[in-house]
């Protein structure tokens, strides 16, 4: 198993606990559907900002969704496996994405029997 932390807001967070990623989900006033799910390892590296201030921008963008949170789940490595593109995104950047026909389906198969959580943060 490895921890997984997907910066976002309170409101999306505790809705991805309770019914798993969603590859229909749109934001608020959203061009297209999410597609996909992503999430870091817990220690980085961040090529792309750590889910920490994703999560602050999020909040920001949505100030009426309950503050920045990160949902941490555990998610079997079989499982990320699937979704690690050693091309485009190696495991060794720390950021792994879950999409259609690359371990999505799998971890919203597998996603009632994972450890996750809502982690609340305050953005400085």
């Given amino acids: 198993m490895t921890i997984l932390f997907h910066g ?3 409101h999306r967070a ?3 606990e309770e019914q798993g990623p969603d590859p ?4 608020p006033n959203g061009v297209g559907r999410a597609e996909s799910f ?4 817990v220690f980085g590296p ?3 900002g750590t889910p920490e201030a994703y999560a602050c921008l999020k909040a920001k963008g949505f100030p009426s969704e309950g503050g920045p949170a990160m949902l941490g789940v555990d998610v079997r ?9 050693e091309k485009y995104f190696p495991l060794g ?3 792994v994405q879950f999409d259609e026909d690359a371990g999505l389906e799998e971890l919203r198969e597998n996603w ?3 450890r996750r959580r809502v982690i609340s943060l305050e953005c400085r």
């Fill in 46 to 48: 961040f090529p792309l």
């Fill in 112 to 114: 009632p029997n994972l």
């Fill in 38 to 41: 992503s999430a870091c390892l």
């Fill in 77 to 85: 490595d079989d499982i990320i496996t699937l979704a690690v593109d």
């Fill in 8 to 10: 976002t807001t309170q």
């Fill in 24 to 27: 229909n989900f749109v934001e």
């Fill in 93 to 95: 950047q720390g950021f």
């Fill in 14 to 16: 505790k809705l991805i």
